[in-house]
């Protein structure tokens, strides 16, 4: 029972603990994501302000977009979650935008600039699978020492309550525990012999007291029936 207690607590304690590590892992992930997004940005404002005449219009997918807009078109910075088409894998992918409109000598351009979740996920999925992985061998391990040890060390204990029940107090035979190499237990089999030889020499000691009161009743007995 105290091994399922354990690992029940253990399972909890992980449970607990699991929460707590994605929540901290999804946190630092997406303040990566935002630094690279910002970072990003940050470069790209810079060469428009700078060199203007190099962009007009320019799309690179899963990447960055950049567009002239017009003036009343402009909206403050924004950030959020899109699905894209990849198309070499022909597939549907997340990705997290940073939209900024940016003014040049030459127009305003919206600046769109993309960060993909998918390998941050993947990522954060492995390492929780790896952990939980590692937790169940972890468990399956303690279970099976705890086992091993609790088959080892008790096996003495059993041993002395198998002689214990088996005892007859009228059996002249001693009762031997044997030798264990737990100083518990050496102190237990001492104590159980201790009160042993006490219990036998008490019953002897009825035994006789009994068998005296007989033979002493014997007597006035016979004068009786006489």
Request: net charge negative; proline share 2%; no cysteine.
């Amino acid at each position: 029972r105290t091994i399922y207690i354990l690992i029940t607590t253990m399972l909890f304690a992980f449970l607990l603990g699991s929460v707590v590590f994605y929540l901290s892992l999804k946190s630092s992930t997406e303040k990566e994501i935002q630094r690279e997004l910002h970072a990003r940005m940050e470069f790209l404002k810079e060469e428009i302000q700078q060199h203007p005449e190099n962009y007009g219009k320019l799309l690179i997918p899963g990447y960055i977009s950049i567009d002239l807009i017009e003036p009343g078109d402009m909206r403050p910075a924004a950030t959020r979650d899109t699905i894209l088409l990849n198309r070499e894998q022909n597939t549907y992918k997340l990705y997290r935008t940073l939209r900024s409109d940016v003014e040049s000598e030459s127009g305003i351009y919206r600046v769109v600039v993309y960060q993909s979740l998918v390998e941050s996920n993947e990522l954060i999925e492995r390492i929780i699978l790896i952990v939980t992985i590692i937790l169940v061998l972890f468990i399956l391990f303690l279970y099976l020492i705890n086992r091993f040890m609790f088959g080892r060390v008790w096996a003495d204990f059993f041993r002395t309550v198998e002689k214990l029940r088996s005892y007859d107090v009228n059996s002249v035979k001693k009762i031997e525990f044997g030798e264990s190499e737990i100083m518990e237990f050496k102190l237990l089999n001492a104590a159980l012999n201790q009160m042993i030889e006490k219990i036998r020499a008490d019953y002897e000691s009825v035994k006789e007291f009994t068998a005296n009161i007989s033979h002493e009743i014997q007597t006035p007995l016979s004068v009786i029936r006489l």
